[in-house]
């Protein structure tokens, strides 16, 4: 394969860092996913684990690299060889969101600064087939993309001091839900009464890279009724494949 | 069990941490100065990643509910048994009733109590580390019980000759990190060649320096970040990253710690001084 030229470098001791060029492309992300499961399936014994992103995977080592050279010889090898992976499963999950004013503290102030109507925002927000790029900031954290562009708007300056669990946010061109309460600097317009964090679950995040995600509208009664049925562990979000 | 009687000012269960779940943005936590947590540890003949206490700048009061053993070491927080000193960097006969007191730190932030067996409260994703929104609670509280196993063991005349002494160095030995090349030549020279001061907003996430770099760099496409990754901020602060960092971040990551410097650095606290010196690549 080798469809990009890659750079690798040696990241401290313990990690090669490789990055495709710099930007966000969905081409790029494929073969971001494409590396990282090649990497995976070839069970490298020296390797612990990868942490991919939108244009680069950091690959983490048991113990420290002797050779960092040797290393890269190794993952150039199984990058430019002519190798497949079997793909996997890539689903789509349907996310209950409530819009309500009352769950979403920054919905009207994005209206005002981007002159749309609550209606047309949602609209928006709920068109597009959202893909998750990666994992990170906090447990469960999804990094989507395919926000539309009438929505793209720049972090608040000063971050908020506390983020409520659920929240449905957009940061630049990125849209995304906080697992649990935190700071955070995006713009909220929405919650969704899912649990995308639970540790009690063998796979804590029901979502992984690759996976597409749908929001769908839904009023202030069904928020709360979806919610306590999750609480109760009787809820499971819809997805296809 | 160990009752705790006072917490102390920060107070954690950690353990070497959780490998394996970063790509769902778990940090890897686990103890901060592993040195002298696998050093307290192998005092007393435990596994290496056996979960032990960690302390911050201010010990707890600790009563032991069984016999057992237990090893100290990391910052010197005055340990008294019963009231009376004892010493680190050994094993200590505990026995049934036993309390076990620390007050502020006089050199060093952090404390290690090594119990024997381990402490065995549950695991979360293949570790005891606490960390809040993975465990329930992310540190100690007054009147908090933690399991351990009674141990009757014969006390080995096994001691560590290793003192604290090593928290006196202030050189953080780097690697480049994934951006340093896009620092200009100055930019480079000023991060390494200059004093920096250790900040009041330091914790188990990361250390904030005070002194400024002059910064022009982008922000990044976001990317993994690792503990010890040193970030340069718009408004050119220096953060370095340590066990309970997040997985991935947007500044550029201009140095990376070695283990042995985020040891170090784990026993540094508001107002310290370190310097960064850069290992090269064939010294590894």
Redo the contacts between chains.
């Keep these: 394969m080798g469809r990009f030229n890659l750079q690798y ?7 090669v ?1 490789v ?1 495709w060029p ?3 492309d969905a081409k790029i992300q494929e073969d971001v996913w494409f590396f990282k499961n090649l990497i995976e399936q070839n069970c490298i014994k020296s390797i ?11 690959i ?1 080592y048991k113990s ?5 050279y040797s290393e890269i010889s190794v993952l150039k090898t199984l990058y430019e060889g002519e190798n497949f992976v079997v793909r996997q499963d890539a689903k789509l999950w349907e996310i209950p969101v409530c819009y309500h004013i009352d769950l979403a503290p920054d919905l009207v102030s994005l209206s005002v600064i981007k002159k749309l109507t609550i209606e047309q925002i949602i609209k928006l927000h709920t068109a597009p087939f959202y893909s998750v790029c ?8 999804l ?1 989507l993309s395919g926000l539309e562009e009438q929505l793209v708007t720049a972090r608040k300056t000063i971050p908020d001091k506390h983020v409520s669990k659920g929240s449905v946010a957009i940061g630049e061109n990125q849209t995304g839900i906080y697992p ?1 309460d935190s700071p955070g600097g995006w713009h909220v317009i929405g919650n969704s009464p899912l649990n995308f ?1 639970n ?1 009690k679950n063998q796979n ?2 029901f979502a ?2 690759g996976d597409k995600i749908k929001f769908t509208p839904i009023g202030k009664d069904d928020y709360f009724a979806i919610k306590s049925a999750v609480e109760n562990g009787d809820f499971l979000p819809n997805h296809s494949f | 069990m160990i009752e705790i009687i006072k917490s102390g000012l920060y107070s954690t269960v950690q353990d070497l941490g959780r490998s394996g779940f970063a790509h769902l943005g778990v940090p890897v936590s686990g103890v901060m100065d592993q040195f002298s947590a696998k050093l307290a540890n192998e005092i007393i003949g435990n596994h290496i990643n056996a979960a032990v206490i960690e302390m911050t700048l201010i010990g707890g009061v600790f009563k032991f509910n069984c016999d057992t053993c237990i090893a100290i070491t990391g910052a010197d927080m005055v340990p008294k048994l019963n009231g009376l000193a004892v010493s680190t960097y050994k094993p200590i006969k505990i026995d049934k009733g036993d309390v076990v007191s620390f007050s502020a730190s006089k050199h060093g932030c952090r404390t290690y109590i090594a119990v024997s067996g381990g402490i065995k409260t549950a695991k979360v994703l293949n570790s005891r580390s606490l960390f809040k929104s993975v465990t329930t609670e992310g540190s100690l509280k007054n009147d908090d019980m933690l399991s351990i196993d009674e141990q009757n063991l014969e006390l080995k005349e096994a001691y560590s000759k290793i003192k604290n002494q090593r928290f006196d160095q202030s050189i953080l030995e780097v690697f480049t990190g994934p951006e340093f090349d896009s620092l200009s030549p100055e930019q480079q020279k000023s991060m390494l060649s200059s004093e920096f001061t250790i900040s009041n907003l330091n914790n188990r996430m990361g250390y904030q320096l005070i002194e400024h770099i002059d910064n022009n760099l982008n922000p990044i496409i976001t990317s993994a970040v690792l503990p010890g990754t040193v970030q340069l901020t718009p408004g050119g602060k220096l953060i370095i990253l340590m066990r309970d960092a997040q997985t991935t971040g947007g500044y550029p990551r201009v140095l990376q710690l070695s283990d042995q410097a985020i040891n170090l650095l784990a026993q540094k606290k508001t107002g310290d001084k370190v310097t960064f010196s850069l290992i090269t690549m064939n010294q590894f």
């Design positions: 470098k040696p990241f401290g001791n313990r990690a860092l990055e710099q930007k966000i612990l684990e990868i942490i991919a992103a939108y244009n680069s995977i950091t983490l420290t690299i002797e050779n960092a990666f994992i990170g900031f906090l447990p469960g954290f990094y649990m964090f540790v804590p995040c992984s890279a």
